[in-house]
C-alpha cells in the first residue's frame, strides 16, 4: 500500500472559519458589504500600515499598485527573478518594459549590490527604472533599508511583493508597515499563511495612493463628491475618472481572511518550529539549507534546500522524481522568470542572471504547512536522506 501524500503546503480551515463564511452567505452582502472594509482594518492594523486595499488576488493588487503609481508605457519596473511570474508581468498590464535584477545566493533575495551596480549604469544610460519591486523570497525580507536608500537617491517608487511574508518582521516591526516603500502586497492564496480561496491586499501608508487604488478595483468609479468633474446629479450618482478593473474581493472572501487572521502568530510560529527542526534534522547532511538573516524573522512560507547533484551522485530531477514517487510533495520555487518563453519573446536569455539559474538548478522546496506534523516531516527526511547514500 502506497503511503499518503503529503503536500508541500496546505490551508488549514477550520470549524470557526467555516461558521465565519456561513454566516456571510445567509446575510445581506456577498460582496461590497461590510466584511471587506473589516478585513482590511485589521490587516492593516496587524502590520502597522495606514491604509489597505483588499482584492480578488496578489496579482491584482500588484497591477493596481503599479496603475496607481502611474506605471505606463515608456516606464521601466524591475523585480528578482526568483519570484512568481506576477512579480514581472503587473509592469507588462501596464504597458512598462520589466527587467531583473539578479540574486544574493545566500538570502536567495534580489542582490542589493547587483541593483546598486545596475542603477549606475542605468542612470548613465538614462534607463532608471520608474519601480523597483522587492520580493521578500520564502519569507524572509530583503534589505528594505538598503534598497529604500537606493531608492531616494535614484527615485524609484518601491512595491514589495510580500506574497510569502506575512506575519515576517524587519528589524523588529512587521512586514507590510510600508516603513521603507511606497506599497506592500500580500496574497492569501491557500498556499501562504493565511487564505481567502483566492485573494491579495495592498497596504500603504499613503491615504491618495490608496484611495487611488480602491479605484482601479472598482472601474476607475468614485461616488465621493470632491473628487468628481461638475456636481453629483443625485444619490445614485458615480463616476468613472480612469480606466479600473473589477479586482474586488467578496465579502465571503473577507470573512474567511479575518477568521483566519486570528491564527496568523499560531500558523507562523509552527512554520518556524517545523523550519528549526528541518534545520536539525539536515544539518550536515550536505544539503545547502536556508540562511537566517540576523535582520529578519521569516514568515517561512517556503523551506528551500538547495540539491548537490556531484556530492549525491543523482540529478535534483532526479532526486525529485523519486520524492514524489514516494509521496513527498516536492515542489520548486522558482523558475527563473526570464527563462519562460514568453519573457524570451521579449529579448531575455538564459545566462543574463547567473545567480537565480545556478541556486533554480538545485533548489528543491520541502513541504511545509501549520498542520504538518513531526512524523510527516520525519518521513520527508528520511526519504530524503535515503537519497544521498
Ligand atoms: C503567490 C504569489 C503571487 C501571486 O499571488 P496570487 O494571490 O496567486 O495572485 C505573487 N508573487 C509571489 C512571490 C507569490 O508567491
Same mark, same amino acid.
Given at each position: 500500500? &502506497?503511503k ?27 460582496t461590497q ?26 496579482? &491584482? ?5 503599479c ?20 512579480s ?27 541593483l ?9 544610460a538614462?534607463?532608471l527604472?520608474?519601480?523597483? @519591486?522587492? @520580493? ?8 528594505m ?15 514589495e ?9 524587519y ?9 521603507? &516603500? ?14 481567502? #480561496? ?6 500603504t501608508?499613503?491615504p ?12 476607475g ?20 475618472l480612469?480606466?479600473g ?11 474567511? #481572511? ?12 509552527r ?10 534534522l ?11 538573516d540576523?535582520d ?14 556531484a556530492?549525491?551522485?543523482?540529478s ?6 523519486r520524492?514524489?514517487?514516494a509521496g513527498i #510533495?516536492v ?19 538564459? #545566462? ?5 539559474e ?10 511545509l ?21
Open positions: 500500500m &502506497s499518503p501524500h503529503i503536500p508541500y503546503g496546505r490551508q488549514d480551515v477550520t470549524d470557526d472559519d467555516t461558521a465565519a463564511v456561513l454566516e456571510v452567505l445567509r446575510s445581506d452582502w456577498l458589504g461590510p466584511g471587506v472594509p473589516k478585513f482590511e482594518a485589521a490587516v492593516a492594523r496587524y502590520c502597522d500600515a495606514a491604509h489597505a486595499v483588499a482584492v480578488n488576488s496578489a496579482t &491584482s493588487a500588484l497591477h493596481i499598485a496603475a496607481a503609481l502611474g506605471l505606463g508605457p515608456g516606464d521601466r519596473l524591475w523585480t528578482s527573478p526568483n519570484t512568481f511570474l506576477a514581472a508581468t503587473c509592469a507588462l498590464y501596464c504597458g512598462a518594459a520589466v527587467d531583473f535584477v539578479d540574486i544574493d545566493p545566500r538570502s536567495r533575495n534580489m542582490s542589493v549590490e547587483a546598486a551596480a545596475k542603477l549606475t549604469e542605468a542612470d548613465r538614462g534607463t527604472p520608474k519601480i523597483v @519591486v522587492p @520580493v521578500h523570497f520564502a519569507g524572509q525580507s530583503c534589505d533599508r538598503a534598497i529604500h536608500e537606493l531608492g531616494r537617491h535614484y527615485g524609484f517608487r518601491i512595491v511583493d510580500a506574497a510569502h511574508a506575512l506575519g515576517g518582521a528589524r523588529g516591526t512587521p512586514v507590510g508597515n510600508c516603513r521603507y &516603500s511606497d506599497i506592500a502586497v500580500f496574497s492569501f492564496h491557500p498556499v501562504k499563511q493565511i487564505t481567502t #480561496g483566492e485573494g491579495g491586499i495592498a497596504l501608508n499613503d491618495d495612493l490608496a484611495a487611488r487604488m480602491a479605484r482601479l478595483r472598482s472601474h468609479t468614485t461616488r465621493d463628491a470632491a473628487l468628481m468633474k461638475g456636481e453629483s446629479e443625485g444619490a445614485w450618482y458615480y463616476q468613472m480612469e480606466l478593473w473589477n479586482y474586488r474581493m467578496t465579502d465571503i472572501q473577507a470573512a474567511l #481572511g479575518l477568521s483566519q487572521l486570528g491564527r496568523l502568530d499560531a500558523h507562523v510560529a512554520r518556524e518550529a517545523l523550519a528549526a527542526r528541518y534545520d536539525r539536515l544539518a550536515n547532511s550536505g544539503l545547502t539549507l536556508p540562511w537566517r540576523p529578519c524573522a521569516s514568515a517561512w512560507h517556503l523551506y528551500v534546500v538547495g540539491w548537490n547533484e556530492a549525491f551522485g543523482l535534483r530531477a532526479q532526486a525529485f522524481a520524492l514524489r514517487a #510533495g515542489n520548486v520555487h522558482y523558475i527563473p522568470v526570464h527563462t519562460q518563453p514568453y519573457f524570451h519573446r521579449l529579448g531575455f536569455r538564459r #545566462g543574463q542572471f547567473p545567480a537565480a545556478t541556486y533554480y538548478a538545485g533548489a528543491i522546496t520541502l513541504p504547512y501549520p498542520t504538518m506534523t513531526e512524523a510527516q516531516q520525519d518521513r520527508v527526511v528520511e526519504t530524503l536522506r535515503g537519497l544521498m547514500g
